[in-house]
C-alpha cells in the first residue's frame, strides 16, 4: 500500500520558492486528475473555438487580399465577418478561461478541506463547487469590467489636467491593478461576497505586491513555453499557407479541404494547449493568496481557536 502523501497546505507562509515549490508539487501531484478534468470541460469549447479562430484568420487573409486589389471579395462584408468571428473567439476564450479557473481553484480547495485530498474524486463531487465557483467569476468579470471602463474614464480625465505626466499616471494604474489578481482565489476560497473579496483582496495584495508579480512573471514564462510549443505548429501551418498563396505556386494545395481540416486540428491543440498553459499561473496564485492570509490575517491560528473546543 503506497503511504499518505503529505498534504501541501495553503496557509502557510513561504518564501518566493518554497511557494514556487508547493505550486509545482500540487501539479506534479495531480496533473493527471487537472488533465482529464481540463480535457472534459474545455475540449469541446476548443472544437468551436479552433473554427472561430480560423474563421479570423482567414478572413485576415482576405480583407488583406482584397486590399491588395485581388477580385472576388465583398469588401463591405468582409469587416463584419471579421468582427464576428473576433467576437466569437472572445466569448469563448473567456468562457473557457472562467470554466479553467473554477476548476483549478475547486481542485484546489476541495484538496483543502477532504481528509483524502483528491482521491477518489470525480466531475461529480466536484461540480456543486465548481458551479459555485462559475457564478462568483462571472460576477467578478461584470464588475471587474465596470471598474475596468471606471478606470479609463477617470485616467482619461486625469491625463487631460495632467498631460505631461501620462506615463506615471499608465504606471500607477497597473500598480494599483496587480492586486486584482488575488481577487478570484479571495473569492473563491472564501464564502464571501465578490465585492467583500474586492476590498480584501486589495488588502491582502498591496502588502504582497512583490510577491504577486515575481510569481505571475515566473509562472508566465512557464506558461509562455508550454503555450509556444502549441501553439508553434498551427502559426507553421498558417505562415506555410500565407506564403503559397502569395506565391500562388502551390496555392491549390493549401487552400484545399485537406490542409484547411489539417489548420483546424492544430487550432484546436494550439487553444487547448494555451487553457493548460494557465494553470500555472492559477495554482501559483492560489498558493501566493495562501501565504498573503497567512502572513496577514493567521488564518490556521484563528481556525485552530475556533476547533479547540472539538479536540
Known amino acids: ?54 474563421g479570423l484568420t482567414q478572413g485576415i487573409l482576405a480583407w488583406g487580399d482584397a486590399a491588395g486589389g485581388a477580385s472576388g471579395y465583398n469588401e ?9 468571428y473576433y467576437g466569437l473567439y472572445l466569448l469563448l476564450y473567456m468562457v473557457g478561461t472562467v470554466l479553467l479557473t473554477s476548476l483549478v481553484y475547486a481542485m484546489v480547495r476541495a484538496y483543502q478541506e477532504r481528509d483524502r485530498c483528491l482521491e477518489g474524486m470525480t466531475l461529480g463531487v ?7 465557483n462559475v457564478r462568483k467569476l462571472v460576477l467578478v468579470i461584470l464588475l471587474g469590467i465596470l471598474l475596468l471602463v471606471f478606470a479609463g474614464l477617470a485616467l482619461g480625465f486625469i491625463s487631460k489636467l495632467f498631460s505631461s505626466s501620462v506615463l506615471l499616471l499608465v504606471l500607477c494604474f497597473m500598480v494599483l491593478a496587480l492586486p486584482l489578481a ?21 488588502r491582502l495584495g498591496l502588502a504582497t ?24 505548429p498551427w502559426y507553421i501551418g498558417l505562415a506555410i499557407k500565407t506564403i503559397f498563396t502569395a506565391a500562388e505556386s502551390g496555392s491549390a494545395a493549401v487552400n484545399s479541404a485537406g490542409y484547411d481540416f489539417v489548420l483546424y486540428l492544430l487550432a484546436i491543440v494550439q487553444g487547448f494547449g ?38
Open 1 to 54: 500500500m503506497e503511504p499518505q502523501k503529505t498534504k501541501i497546505a495553503l496557509y502557510v507562509k513561504r518564501s518566493f520558492g518554497e511557494k514556487l515549490g508547493a505550486s509545482f508539487d500540487f501539479i506534479k501531484e495531480h496533473w493527471k486528475l487537472l488533465l482529464k478534468f481540463s480535457t472534459y470541460l474545455l475540449l469541446p469549447l476548443c472544437l468551436v473555438q479552433a473554427l472561430s479562430l480560423n
Open 76 to 84: 463591405a462584408a468582409l469587416p463584419l465577418g471579421l468582427m464576428s
Open 126 to 132: 466536484l461540480k456543486p463547487l465548481l458551479l459555485r
Open 182 to 202: 488575488l481577487w478570484a482565489p479571495v473569492c473563491l476560497f472564501e464564502d464571501i461576497s465578490v465585492a467583500d473579496a474586492l476590498v480584501k483582496s486589495y
Open 209 to 232: 505586491w512583490g510577491g504577486i508579480l515575481s510569481m505571475m512573471i515566473v509562472m508566465g514564462l512557464v506558461a509562455a513555453i508550454l503555450q509556444g510549443v502549441t501553439m508553434l
Open 274 to 311: 494555451t487553457y493548460l498553459a494557465m494553470i500555472f499561473t492559477l495554482v501559483g496564485l492560489a498558493y501566493q493568496y495562501g501565504h498573503a492570509s497567512e502572513k496577514l490575517d493567521n488564518v490556521t491560528v484563528e481556525s485552530d481557536i475556533d476547533n479547540f473546543d472539538k479536540l
